[in-house]
């Protein structure tokens, strides 16, 4: 049982790391497109910039979230744990939300382009 909790204690890290270089690499990725747009002056570019780089740090916090869950209910699923993982997921969904408004205008359940 304790080689079991310590594969998924790496695999649980793993996926945090993975989640970091989502974040690192999304905003990378998302400041050489600024540039190319710079150069060719697209207009609105700071705006998709941002899209850009919120889109990153949502994905990236969704590997996150699955990473604290996989360490915490397998690894040790103490009922402190499990505490400070919900409030952990909590303020991550809370984030999630608050950037998908800011991305799309709209919260995730919406269909339309309306508010």
């Known amino acids: 049982m304790e ?19 989502i974040v ?5 990725v998302a400041t050489l497109r600024l540039l190319a747009w710079r150069v060719q002056s697209t207009g609105n570019y700071y705006s998709l910039y941002r899209q850009d780089v919120g889109r990153a740090i949502l994905l990236g916090l969704e590997f996150l979230i699955a990473g ?5 209910v397998v690894v040790a699923p103490t009922l402190q ?3 400070v993982l919900g409030l952990i997921v909590l303020i991550r969904t809370f984030l999630s939300l608050s950037l998908q408004l800011e991305i799309e205008g709209k919260l995730p359940w919406r269909t339309g382009g309306s508010h």
Not at 3 to 21: A, F, K, P, Q, S
Not at 24 to 28: Q, Y
Not at 68 to 72: F, G, L, N, V, Y
């Open 81 to 83: 744990n499990v505490v």
């Open 24 to 28: 690192v690499g999304g905003a990378l």
């Open 3 to 21: 080689y079991y909790r310590h594969i998924m204690d790496v695999i649980g890290t793993c996926v945090d790391g993975i989640g970091v270089l």
């Open 68 to 72: 604290d869950i996989i360490r915490t």
